[in-house]
Structure formats: C-alpha cells, structure tokens
C-alpha cells in the first residue's frame, strides 16, 4: 500500500531513478496497492534515458513494502516499494523489467509487464 508523496524505486530500465507518487486516480482515499495504476513524477532521471527530470507519468505498481493478503489467505510483501513506468496503453516505457513482480499485476491485465519479468512471485 503506498499513498501521495511516497517515493517509489524503478523496476525498469527507462531511466529514472526515483518516482514519487502525486496522485492515485480513480480511489476515494489516497492509497494504491499492486496492480494499480498512480500519477507520479520524475525526481531524478538518467540524463541518456527515455524519461526526463521532473516529467509525469504513469506508474504502475509492482512491489510495495506493506503486506498484500491474497485470496488464499497468504501473505505478500517486498523489499521496497516499486514502480514501472507505463504509458498511455498500459505498455512499459523500458525495456527491461528488473527484479521480482507480483503475481497480481498480471492479474491485472498487464500481460506484457509479466512477461518481461524474471520472476513473478
């Protein structure tokens, strides 16, 4: 679960290096969890990369820090909170997904993302 202002890790390679979140469109409270889609911005950025400094984009979130329950009474939660930048179809905007990705973007509908990743846990 993440909210406005948290600072998210890239799990791509599309050249930022730390997002923070400024919106999570379409809730009533200001929370986000995998698989949901927020508005952040770019707060530092690789100068040679697809995304510029303080550009906005679409993220999408992969791995969060605060447990997740799953309908099979489980329990998932990473390392850090993370983040891959998407655009307008719902496609990332790297080419590279780097680290583990939840099961639950792919339930989502984010096929690509999935498939791109190493390891969905």
């Not at 379409?26 to 510029?52: C, E, H, N, S, Y």
């Amino acid at each position: 679960m993440v909210q406005l202002r948290t600072m998210l890790v890239p799990a791509d390679n599309s050249g930022a290096k730390r997002i923070m979140i400024i919106g999570v469109p379409g809730r009533v409270g200001k929370f986000a969890t995998l698989g949901d889609v927020v508005l952040g911005v770019v707060k530092d950025a690789d100068p040679a990369g697809v995304v510029a400094n303080h550009e906005k984009v679409k993220v999408l979130i992969v791995r969060t820090h605060k447990e997740v329950r799953r309908k099979d009474g489980s329990y998932i939660r990473f390392d850090d909170n993370a983040g891959v930048v998407i655009d307008k179809q719902g496609l990332p905007r790297g080419t590279r997904i780097l680290g583990p990705i939840a099961r639950e973007v792919k339930e989502a509908g984010y096929n690509k993302i999935a498939s791109l990743a190493r390891e969905v846990v």
